[in-house]
């Protein structure tokens, strides 16, 4: 096992610690360009009060409020011209995945003069632009889910080509992040939901698409899976369970700040494949991971069968040792499919309204814009473009 690890965010985490936004960002520069989303900061309050914790610690604020989720390149570009125009010296990201994703390409757009989609690999085609510099970034979660505000990740949508990929890149690992749970109270039972299936899907990738012995990585997988079923039910059945709530935001910020997937080789198929269908249907991301999620688990559990036996024997204490490994792998996909439909997480395609028609363009996309040249996506079983095809059929 061989590899680098790094993580240059300072996480100042617990309830109530948003109460620190003015004084911390008062180190990082003088005038703030606050990046986020349409209504939900404005409704919560939270973004007046942000304006103002940031005002009485002396740094100025300019505010863009356009952000959609599955923020797309051309908003990004208005919003880093804004930036420029003004003399902003750093970026913060308020909201959900969207805001915190779309004020790093921001932070990196409005440094370079560049438009944000050159920097972006859509394909073999065409050589991205270097990342060589980004303002500073802060950001601020309301929203348990993408991990965002502990990795230099973000992942922009070209509306236009509806196509939607990554950028990382270490500069945007953001200086620091409050992670207050509190902030995810008013989080609908929907998102709460979808949100819960993304931080799964962060650490469970992996942990089934590589066949390295990473026994370390596994416990911190299993950890962050139990953790999070055993509260995701309790957030959704109760918004201001703020124990819950704290369990999850905790579970999002580590799932994918790096160490968990660390040495693993393998891929990120699922998030590949849904960002195909949320590029083109507009669905949000942890929805569409809920849909695909247990038709991939199936359809490539028998390339890494014994992960499959350990998921049924760490996640849900089945005795595996009384059973074939067949019997035994099938226990797992099932007793977690068995726990999505009981949580009510368990989603169809045709539930989000989507039918067999762009299937072969979502996988032409997926194989281009993930492929890196190959005719085929990474994977335990690696998945050509009639595999993407067929688990999409699955999830009809
Ligand atoms: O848009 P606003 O008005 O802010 O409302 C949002 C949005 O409608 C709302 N919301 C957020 N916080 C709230 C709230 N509503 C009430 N109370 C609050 N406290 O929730 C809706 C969804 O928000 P969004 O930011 O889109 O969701 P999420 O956090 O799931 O982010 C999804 C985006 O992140 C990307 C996804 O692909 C998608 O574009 N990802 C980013 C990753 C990363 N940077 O590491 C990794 C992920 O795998 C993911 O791909
Ligand atoms: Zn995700």
New binding site residues.
Partial sequence: MKFQWANTTRVIFGVGEIERLGEESARIGKHAMIV??????K??G?LDKAVKLLNDSGVKTMIFDK?????RAATIDKAASIVGNNGCDFVIGL???????AS?AVAVAASVGSKIWDHIYSGPDKTPLDVTSALPIVTV???A????EA?G???I?NWKTKE?A?LIHPLMFPRFSIVDPA??????RD?TA??GV?II??VMESYFSCTDYTPLQDRFSEGVIRTVMDHLPRAMANGDDIEARTQLSWCSTVA?CGIVNSGRSGGFPL?WM??AV?AHYDI???RGLAILMPHLMRYTAETNPDKYVQFARNIFFADTNTMSRDDAVDAGIAMFEEWMKKTGVYFTLSDVGIDSEKFETMADDIIRLYGHGNDFIPNARPLYKKDIIRIFEMAL
């Fill in positions: 986020t989303g349409k209504s939900s900061t409704k919560t939270l952000i959609e989720p599955n923020p909201g959900g995945g969207s805001a915190m994703d790093k979660p309301t929203l889910a993408t991990g965002s990795n990740g973000a992942v949508t939607k990554p902030l995810t109270t008013t989080v609908s998102y979808d949100g993304d899907s962060h994918l998030h849904e960002h949320s949000s991301h942890g």
